[in-house]
């Protein structure tokens, strides 16, 4: 399994500012993806990260909003840009473990508060 | 769409007592994937199936992928305080997974 960390574990911002999210794993990982979690719902899936190439979003999430980089095969960033209070929320970055088996391992998470 | 239908929702038990959640869906799956949430952390996998029928066991917990390839379920034996959590199950979908909303678990001292 892979180990997973993220930076900040928390953060409360001003509306209408930007947080960048960073994400380490401990090992090269081919998939890593980006999930936003609302309190006391599940899990849901913002974009794939991809690395050499542009993310890919799922439904109702944009790159304007949710920007990713995936520079290499052990570190990806999520910022979540302009920044309302609707995006206040767990955000959660993950990594596939062997290859096609789509066992997920998770980070700690990053719990935004915007005020 | 594909959605995965986890019940119960939430769990109120007795420590000591013996758990059981499911998932289902109204669509055929690959891979069926257990995790845990505790409080201010990320998902931990417990479980993982790939086989129809097939049975899998880690200490007391023991998970099952149905036979229609519809379902699962979770069971935990012998309930300890700190099995308190959220579930969830989760399955594949075009190189992503899914996941169900999750079943709460309390345990009553």
């Known amino acids: 399994s892979a180990v997973i960390s993220q930076k900040p574990s928390r953060d409360i911002c001003q509306r209408g500012t930007s947080l960048t999210i960073q994400c380490q794993v401990d090992?090269?990982?081919?998939?890593m993806f980006w999930y936003r979690q609302q309190p006391g719902q599940s899990l849901t899936l913002i974009a794939t990260a991809n690395q050499g190439s542009e993310a890919t979003y799922e439904s109702g999430f944009v790159i304007d909003k949710f920007p990713i980089s995936r520079p290499n095969l052990t570190f990806s960033t999520l910022t979540v840009s302009n920044m309302s209070p609707e995006d206040s929320s767990i955000y959660l970055c993950?990594?596939?473990?062997?290859?096609?088996?789509?066992?997920?391992?998770f980070g700690p998470g990053t719990r935004l508060t915007v005020l | 769409g594909q959605q995965l239908n986890q019940s119960p929702q939430s769990m109120f038990i007795q420590e000591g007592e013996d758990v059981s959640m499911n998932c289902t869906s109204s669509s055929i799956f690959n891979t069926w994937l257990w995790y845990k949430q505790d409080p201010g952390e990320g998902p931990v996998l417990l479980i993982a199936?790939?086989?129809?029928?097939e049975l899998t066991s880690n200490g007391r917990l023991t998970a099952q992928f149905g036979i229609t390839r519809k379902d699962s379920f979770l069971n935990i034996s012998a309930s300890i305080p700190s099995d308190v959590g959220i579930y969830f199950c989760a399955s594949d979908r075009d190189d992503k997974i899914i996941f169900g909303k999750g079943t709460r678990l309390h345990i009553l001292p």
């Open positions: 993950s990594a596939e473990g062997a290859s096609e088996s789509h066992e997920q391992f």
């Open positions: 199936l790939y086989k129809a029928g």
């Open positions: 090992s090269q990982v081919t998939m």
